[in-house]
């Protein structure tokens, strides 16, 4: 079972217990009550927003993509020849992810101001509580299933990712990084899209 350092971007095993589900619920508690996570029903209506939100972010990547890999798009914008953003794919794939992952949260009710509250929610009730969930919970999402851990430790991944894209100087990007982030981003937003419809 796969636990989430938010702090540290780590992931790091350990068992699914009853004293580990309740140290990931206060860590909810406490984002509610310093307001980096709010739970109320309006929030639910955000969920088609966001999902939305999170295919146009993935176009835009994919798009990127193809600027970097492709000289027409490139001479078409009166870019140079070695032009290539792949630092942009990797940033703009993780926060395809991420509002996908607000949407899940929004199915739930909740909205959320901290990647790391983002997180934790979706660790606690589609990993660890997928099986019991309060009914409304279970009303909300009908046939709830589970994220795969594998999913959720993507997502931290990808955020790594996108921070060494984003804030390091060093311009060795690599393709293989960008295309490991659209494929990663592609199977979460997917996933994510799959659980909220049923």
Do not use: C
Not at 45 to 62: D, G, H, Q, Y
Not at 139 to 144: F, I, S, V, Y
Not at 172 to 181: H, K, L, Q, Y
């Amino acid at each position: 079972m796969a636990r989430i350092d938010s702090r540290e971007n780590k992931v790091f095993w350990a068992p699914k217990t009853n004293r580990f589900l309740s140290v990931l619920k206060k860590k909810i508690n406490k984002y509610l009550q310093k307001e980096q996570l709010l739970k109320k029903d309006e929030y639910l209506k955000l969920e088609k927003p966001f999902l939305k939100k999170a295919r146009k972010n993935f176009t835009v990547a994919n798009v990127m993509f193809t600027i970097s890999e492709n000289d027409e798009p490139k001479k078409a914008l009166a870019l140079s020849d070695n032009f290539e953003t792949y630092e942009w794919v990797i940033v703009v794939s993780y926060y395809a992810m991420y509002v996908s992952a607000l949407a899940g949260l929004a199915k739930l009710g909740f909205k959320s101001k901290s990647h790391a509250a983002t997180i934790a929610v979706l660790e606690h009730y589609f990993v660890h509580q997928n099986k019991n969930l309060e009914t409304k919970h279970i009303e909300k999402l009908t046939k709830a299933y589970s994220l795969s851990e594998d999913l959720i430790n993507k997502l931290i991944q990808t955020k790594t990712r996108r921070e060494t894209a984003q804030y390091d100087a060093t311009p060795g990007i690599s393709r293989e990084n960008a295309v490991s982030a659209l494929e990663d981003a592609e199977e979460f937003i997917t996933k994510i899209e799959e659980t909220l419809s049923k």
